[in-house]
T-cell receptor, first 115, second 115 residues
Framework: DTGVSQDPRHKITKRGQNVTFRCDPI?????LYWYRQTLGQGPEFLTY????????KSRLLSDRFSAERPKGSFSTLEIQRTEQGDSAMYLC?????????????FGPGTRLTVL | AQSVTQPDIHITVSEGASLELRCNYS??????LFWYVQSPGQGLQLLLK??????LVQGIKGFEAEFKRSQSSFNLRKPSVHWSDAAEYFC?????????????FGKGTKLSVIP
């Protein structure tokens, strides 16, 4: 299966610790997105990459959050000094193309629990 | 800013019955509209999308949706529900402009199917 993969699938951490998630998009997909989904809510957009360039960041992405996509392949999302409010499912998606709207393919997500 | 409203948090139908899930959006320009399904432990899967053209859109798994501009709606329908359709369904709107391809999701409708 060559879909979007995310690692780890689950992460439990203590408040104040740093965590890092990884996303491997579908091969050759130019665009990569991060979303956050809390209980009872739909996914909320966090940030978007076109190749290695981070083109848009939501106001939800506080200074404690940083995302990278070196070489335009996999991406990492780091949360520093985690808070209980960071507990959520973090979803990664990728899509092909340079112009226009294309289907976003989602990974299974990383569920973060902050104790 | 765009928004999506899914008025029904939870719907229960009997297997074999018809289904309609409601979605209303708020967006100033022509929207790009999507329906995604999320099963427990799974990523979101695209059921169908509307970009332009025929306002009745066919998707996978026997689903269809109709775009009604006058009502700002994009309701999802299925003539006969199967037990495997039990999942959470999300309507989303895409915003095109200034290099942004983010999706704005509704809060979702959880579908339960009675055998």
């Amino acid at each position: 299966d060559t879909g979007v993969s995310q690692d780890p699938r689950h992460k439990i951490t203590k408040r104040g610790q740093n965590v890092t998630f990884r996303c491997d998009p579908i091969s050759e997909h130019n665009r990569l997105y991060w979303y956050r989904q809390t209980l009872g809510q739909g996914p909320e957009f966090l940030t978007y990459f076109q190749n290695e360039a981070q083109l848009e960041k939501s106001r939800l992405l506080s200074d404690r959050f940083s995302a990278e996509r070196p070489k335009g392949s996999f991406s990492t999302l780091e949360i520093q000094r985690t808070e209980q409010g960071d507990s959520a499912m973090y979803l990664c998606a990728s899509s092909p193309g340079v112009a226009g709207y294309n289907e976003q393919f989602f990974g299974p997500g990383t569920r973060l629990t902050v104790l | 800013a765009q928004s999506v409203t899914q008025p029904d948090i939870h719907i229960t139908v009997s297997e074999g019955a018809s289904l309609e899930l409601r979605c209303n959006y708020s967006y100033g320009a022509t929207p790009y509209l999507f329906w995604y399904v999320q099963s427990p432990g799974q990523g979101l899967q695209l059921l169908l999308k509307y970009f332009s053209g025929d306002t009745l859109v066919q998707g996978i798994k026997g689903f269809e949706a109709e775009f009604k501009r006058s009502q700002s709606s994009f309701n999802l329908r299925k003539p006969s529900v199967h037990w495997s359709d039990a999942a959470e369904y999300f309507c989303a709107v895409g915003r095109l402009g200034a290099g942004s391809y983010q999706l704005t999701f509704g809060k979702g409708t959880k579908l339960s199917v009675i055998p």
